[in-house]
């Protein structure tokens, strides 16, 4: 009896490890995706819909230095010389910290 309590504790540890594993990879997709999107806004000259796309993925919690600095590049070109700034140090902040810089 003990030795099914302890494989089914197993499993079901593992289904859940697998649902979370598969929830994060579904969250960088989504991620990905905004940031895909938000720099081909940028290179179209649809600064609107960057901004909107590189906020959502900041909002949505990338940690991806370049999607701060697209969204400073973007802030920039609309003359938002500060908010430019404060996205460009912390795409600067988050590469200093990385692991694998």
């Not at 999107?37 to 609107?48: C, I, R």
């Not at 901004?51 to 609309?78: C, H, N, Q, W």
Request: aromatic fraction near 8%; include cysteine; charge should be negative.
């Amino acid at each position: 009896m003990w030795r099914f309590c302890a494989n089914a504790m197993a499993g079901a540890v593992l289904m859940i490890a697998c649902l979370i594993t598969a929830g994060s990879q579904a969250q960088d997709a989504v991620l990905a995706d905004l940031y895909g999107n938000g720099v081909h806004a940028y290179f179209s000259d649809d600064l609107q819909q960057a901004l909107d796309e590189l906020t959502s993925a900041i909002d949505s919690g990338s940690k991806d230095p370049r999607v701060f600095y697209f969204r400073g590049l973007v802030e920039r070109r609309m003359g938002m010389a500060d908010s430019a700034e404060d996205d460009f140090a912390r795409g600067a902040e988050i590469e200093a910290s990385a692991a694998d810089r």
